[in-house]
């Protein structure tokens, strides 16, 4: 069973920064696309921005210039560092992964953690 560690988290004035981490507990699979995801209190969980094996990444339009995803040395762990940070970036924030192995892919998420940015 994969689990996926996230860290990084906290409390954090405006126009402050954090960075987020997420570290697979294995690496036997292979990981095919690392993304980070946020779910605001009262709203549905969004997607804020990914990262495939190649490299390519892909923000939400509410991120870009602000936030970058990144791919560890180690291959099983994901970054996202958060930049000039707002308000409305308050949400609880979790890494997902999808891998594979052979023919078989599996999607695996992160327990989530607490971003709280005040005015």
């Known amino acids: 069973q994969v689990q996926l560690v996230e860290s990084g988290g906290g409390l954090v004035q405006a126009g402050g920064s954090l960075r987020l981490s997420c570290a697979a507990s294995r690496s036997t699979f292979s990981i095919n696309t690392m993304g980070w995801y946020r779910q605001a209190p009262g709203k549905q969980r969004e997607l804020v921005a990914t990262?495939?094996?190649?490299?390519?990444?892909n923000y939400a339009d509410s991120v870009k210039g602000r936030f970058t995803i990144s791919r560890g040395d180690a291959k099983n762990t994901v970054y996202l560092q958060m930049n000039s940070l707002k308000p409305e970036d308050t949400a609880v924030y979790y890494c997902?992964?999808?891998?594979?192995?052979?023919?078989?892919?599996?999607?695996?998420w992160g327990q989530g953690t607490q971003v709280t940015v005040s005015s």
């Open positions: 997902k992964m999808l891998m594979s192995q052979d023919i078989y892919k599996y999607e695996y």
């Open positions: 990262i495939t094996s190649g490299g390519s990444t």
